[in-house]
């Protein structure tokens, strides 16, 4: 059995977004009690992640990262046609991904304690991202 669902995050441009309480009322809607919840972002230039959800700082140490890994304007890009942060946002969507898939026990995602489901964005502008979930028993 299958359940799908979509939904749509507004960022203010760079940085993360939890939507773990957005997937997980989308498997509750599914009404499986076991399985997978496998989260999709349908975009180029922003990724999912899971990770820390307790110390904010985490994830501004991993834009620091990223901005090592892809930094904006490098001068070696060809794609640059909607500004610096183009290419740049494509490699890191690339290099972090745009799926996480998570299990599903009693009904409910099972995430360890310290673990969120986060939508990254990576460019410097806000956009309005959409997300599919589906839901796999």
Request: aromatic share 6%; charged share 25%.
């Amino acid at each position: 059995m299958a359940y799908q669902e979509s939904f749509d995050v507004r960022t203010r441009g760079r940085g993360s977004i939890e939507i773990t309480a957005e997937v997980a009322g989308i498997v509750r809607a599914s009404g499986l009690s076991t399985g997978i919840a496998h989260v999709f972002v349908q975009h180029t230039s922003c990724s999912l992640m899971i990770t820390e959800n307790a110390d904010p700082s985490v994830r501004r140490d991993l834009e620091t990262l990223a901005a090592r890994w892809a930094p904006d304007g490098d001068p070696v890009y060809l794609h640059d046609d909607e500004g610096d942060d183009d290419m740049a946002a494509h490699a890191r969507n690339i290099l972090t991904g745009s799926s996480v898939s998570v299990p599903i026990g009693k009904g409910e995602l099972r995430l360890g304690t310290w673990q969120g489901i986060y939508l990254w964005e990576h460019r410097t502008l806000a956009h309005r991202r959409s997300i599919v979930v589906t839901v796999l028993a």
